[in-house]
T-cell receptor, first 113, second 114 residues
Framework: AQSVTQPDIHITVSEGASLELRCNYS??????LFWYVQSPGQGLQLLLK??????LVQGIKGFEAEFKRSQSSFNLRKPSVHWSDAAEYFC???????????FGKGTKLSVKP | EAQVTQNPRYLITVTGKKLTVTCSQN?????MSWYRQDPGLGLRQIYY???????DKGDVPEGYKVSRKEKRNFPLILESPSPNQTSLYFC?????????????FGPGTRLTVL
């Protein structure tokens, strides 16, 4: 069965430090890949998406993600974290059939001053 | 403003009392979907709709019903809620799903069933 794994449940980084959130997926072909962010009490906002082409994609709020087919990974990065980045981050894949986004369990990001 | 709205945002109810959570989008999207979010489980799809009068089960449909009589609305119905349906519910919409298009999410409805 298709699945998405986010191995880190909770990450704490200092403000200004770099960030990498991991995401691995299990699927035979290359799926459509997404990163969403959920701020406390809010819905989900799309950060970025990958469909094809350049494997390094840029998103909003200074985030980027790199698709690595050989590792079935789609890790999210940010060079310098801001306190406002504290939120929960979800990686998701869409297999393109029924529109069902398969989500990872999320990584909660805390930012230390 | 393009958006997905849900009502109510918060609801506390008792076991067996029928309830409906409404979802409406103003983007003329054909595709709509309901998810539930539970701690440690991420989001899981309950039902989805490809268009008016076309609905289908997602991964966790038991205990839920939906209808799609109008393009903009996609209510979620719990005929006889149970405590295991206590959760955070999200409605989402997008253009026809061929995988490329972003799904827009509503703000969520936090449901507690006592």
């Amino acid at each position: 069965a298709q699945s998405v794994t986010q191995p880190d449940i909770h990450i704490t980084v200092s403000e200004g430090a770099s960030l990498e959130l991991r995401c691995n997926y299990s699927y035979g072909a290359t799926p459509y890949l997404f990163w969403y962010v959920q701020s406390p009490g809010q819905g989900l906002q799309l950060l970025l998406k990958y469909f094809s082409g350049d494997t390094l994609v840029q998103g909003i709020k200074g985030f980027e993600a790199e698709f690595k087919r050989s590792q079935s990974s789609f890790n999210l990065r940010k060079p310098s974290v801001h306190w406002s980045d504290a939120a929960e981050y979800f990686c998701a894949v869409d297999l393109g059939s029924q529109g069902n986004l398969i989500f990872g369990k999320g990584t909660k990001l805390s930012v230390k001053p | 403003e393009a958006q997905v709205t849900q009502n109510p945002r918060y609801l506390i109810t008792v076991t067996g009392k029928k309830l409906t959570v409404t979802c409406s989008q103003n983007m003329n999207h054909e595709y709509m979907s309901w998810y539930r979010q539970d701690p440690g489980l991420g989001l899981r799809q309950i039902y989805y709709s490809m268009n008016v009068e076309v609905t289908d089960k997602g991964d966790v449909p038991e205990g839920y019903k939906v209808s799609r009589k109008e393009k903009r609305n996609f209510p979620l119905i719990l005929e006889s809620p149970s405590p295991n349906q206590t959760s955070l519910y999200f409605c989402a919409s997008s253009l026809p799903p061929h995988g490329r298009d972003e799904q827009f999410f509503g703000p969520g409805t936090r449901l507690t069933v006592l």
